[in-house]
């Protein structure tokens, strides 16, 4: 292999631009599609999660040993057979299994119930005494759920939305590897594959940032949000 | 005002079996009096006050507040009828990411006020409990005896005819203590709101009540009456609290 400069690397990286920043693009897609995904349903899910539980406002042992049942089945699964197996829906869903949105579709599968149960979690810690004074008061559930859950988990809902993010830009790496495209996919195209080393090294990095940074607004909201 | 028929409450045990934490029990609390609930440890206070408001529905028996009889009401109308029954907690209950005047105000934007109202009714409150100048603090930043004061401020703000208590000073030193029976007493006599209170101490009853029921295991021993804070008792367990205060 012949000696590469470091100013050839920059130059291979430059003529890379336009690609890198589509699979830029495309790891936004599948991430924001799938995060969509997680807090339009597994939001709710986790909701139902904890207010199932015994001494909950709703509780009842079937709905919640079948929903947590659910839930685990699903997280059980390694992330890249779930992708497999959820190949025949994903064509019938998207229509094609590749590209950004075909991964978003096992992607959305596997945030579902993650979020579901770190939302559980973070609801548990909201002190039961809080919940009771508002049904003390006539508030409805729909108002404990929006105006007392929400608003006093906020802190914490921000903190599980940023786990998952970063977990899942992760995930949808291998996603992308398996036909989705994205950041990840490049890095093992050009990295791998071409033993372009530069360009592993650099979408790592890139990854390193994005994931410093989500921390960082995640961890800034957090602290803003709380008032405890 | 208030009238509990023959409730009865009983909770499973976690060993299994049952635990009869209100047996069978009558009382009837007047309007516009400060009626005490006495007992020790596990006598069934808190559970028979929250009988009142039904945070804990009795296996029988009928709980009758203001005219209204709360055991037939459907859910939402028993929303409406807690409306009209305000509740102060021991541990205060408030929402740690809402300021003072918003933890006062939930209860009205529960309830469908207009916000100017709203805001007028929480200023107005705030002077009530002397924490004008706490409106948009943040409970951390607050002592535990003015923690309880938005308690009773957001307890007062729907205007109830009815404010019910669970030792709302058992978490606070003696001076606030007092401060803060003061503040319910205050309550009562400006704007004839009967309180329940719950507590364990002999001098919280001499101190503010014009009642009060002694409980043991579940049932109502005797009503105490008080007169220029000299309780009066028969049965041999109020005397034994009257001497151990
Ligand atoms: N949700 C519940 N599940 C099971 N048992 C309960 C429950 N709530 C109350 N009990 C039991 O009922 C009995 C009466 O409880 P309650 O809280 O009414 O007593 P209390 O007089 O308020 O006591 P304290 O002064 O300790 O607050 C206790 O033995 C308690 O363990
Ligand atoms: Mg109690």
């Known amino acids: ?228 | 005002m208030i009238h509990l028929k023959n409730v009865h409450k009983r909770f499973q045990k976690p060993e299994g079996g049952w635990f009869d934490a209100v047996r069978d029990t009558s009382l009837h609390v007047r309007a516009g009096e400060i009626f005490g609930l006495i007992g020790f440890s596990g006598a069934g206070k808190s559970t028979l006050l929250r009988l009142i408001n039904l945070l804990e529905r009795p296996d029988s028996g009928s709980v009758t507040v203001d005219g209204q009889p709360l055991t037939a009401l459907s859910a939402s109308a028993l929303r409406r009828a807690r409306q009209n029954i305000g509740m102060v907690f021991q541990q205060f209950n408030l929402m740690a990411n809402r300021t003072v005047a918003a933890n006062i105000a939930f209860p009205l934007e529960i309830a469908g006020w207009q916000q100017a109202d709203i805001d007028a009714r929480v200023a107005e409150c705030l002077d009530i409990v002397g924490l004008a100048d706490r409106a948009q603090h943040y409970p951390a930043q607050l002592s535990g005896g003015q923690k309880q004061r938005v308690g009773i401020a957001r307890a007062l703000a729907p205007r109830p005819h009815v404010i019910l208590a669970d030792e709302p000073t058992s978490a606070l030193d003696p001076k606030t203590t007092q401060s803060i029976l003061d503040c319910l007493q205050d309550i009562n006599a400006r704007f004839g709101v009967t309180v329940v209170i719950v507590t364990h101490e002999m001098h919280v009853i001499r101190s503010i009540c014009h009642r009060a029921a002694l409980l043991d295991a579940g049932e109502v021993v005797e009503i105490l009456s008080v007169q220029d804070k000299q309780v009066s008792a028969q049965s041999a367990l109020a005397k034994s609290l009257l001497e151990v205060a």
């Open chain 1, 1 to 228: 292999m012949e000696e590469l400069t470091f100013a050839q690397a920059l130059a291979n990286l430059s003529d890379l631009a336009p690609e890198i920043g589509q699979a830029s693009l495309e790891t936004g897609l599948m991430l924001g599609i799938g995060l969509t995904a997680a807090i339009l349903l597994g939001g709710p899910l986790g909701i139902l999660l904890y207010l199932t539980q015994p001494g909950q406002l709703f509780a009842h042992r079937t709905v919640n040993g079948v929903l947590g049942w659910l839930v685990n089945l699903v997280r059980s699964f390694p992330f890249i057979i779930l992708m497999v197996s959820l190949v025949p829906l994903t064509r019938v869903l998207v229509g094609s299994t590749i590209g950004p949105i075909a991964a978003a579709v096992p992607l959305s599968f596997a945030a579902i119930p993650y979020f579901a149960r770190l939302v559980e979690q973070t609801l548990r810690e909201i002190p039961r005494g809080v919940v009771e004074a508002a049904e003390a008061m006539g508030a409805s559930p729909a108002q404990i759920i929006v105006k007392v859950l929400i608003n006093e988990a906020r802190a914490g809902l921000i903190s599980s939305l940023t786990i998952l993010t970063i977990s899942f830009l992760s995930y949808s790496a291998v996603a992308g590897v398996v036909g989705g495209g994205g950041i990840g996919d490049l890095a093992i195209r050009y990295g791998y594959y071409r033993f372009q080393s530069e360009v592993m090294i650099a979408m790592v990095l890139l990854l390193v940032v994005i994931v410093q940074l989500i921390q960082f607004a995640g961890n800034r909201l957090a602290a803003r949000l709380d008032k405890r």
